[in-house]
């Protein structure tokens, strides 16, 4: 096989698969992101820890990963907003709008989780830039 052609069967490749993630459908297995609140986060904090357990920004997608669900496996509770999250409960929160929503979380040092709800990805160039953005 010659150069041109590997080049050009590689393109070819390329392009399908750029085609497949622009067009695919985005299937979810579940749609709930899972975030824990590990054992011994509150005695750590109380130690001067500063870990930060999770993350500052949680991104969500509409139709695809639209319910976060927090479980506190520390000893003590957490509060998520206006919601205390008792040890070893777990807390489930809907999202069927898309928006930027700022939470108390006692569960961060700075004491705030901003949560991001996308819109689904139309077909096209938003769905392969979102699939490019989450692959990576």
């Not at 709930?32 to 993350?55: C, H, M, N, S, W």
């Not at 991104?59 to 998520?80: A, E, M, S, Y």
């Not at 489930?92 to 004491?111: I, K, L, N, Y």
Request: include cysteine.
């Amino acid at each position: 096989m010659t150069r041109s052609r590997i080049l050009l069967l590689a393109a070819v490749i390329l392009a399908s698969a750029a085609l497949w993630a622009m067009f695919a459908p985005i299937p979810a297995s579940s749609r709930e992101q899972l975030f824990e609140i590990p054992a011994g986060t509150y005695a750590r904090r109380a130690a001067g820890d500063k870990v930060e357990i999770l993350p500052t920004s949680i991104r969500l997608t509409l139709g695809v990963k639209d319910i976060l669900v927090l479980k506190n496996l520390d000893n003590v509770p957490q509060t998520f907003g206006p919601v205390l999250i008792m040890p070893g409960q777990s807390f489930r929160m809907p999202f069927g709008v898309a928006g930027d929503v700022q939470f108390e979380c006692t569960a961060h040092a700075s004491g705030q989780m901003r949560i991001v709800v996308e819109p689904a990805p139309d077909a096209g160039w938003r769905r392969l830039v979102w699939r490019a953005r989450h692959w990576l």
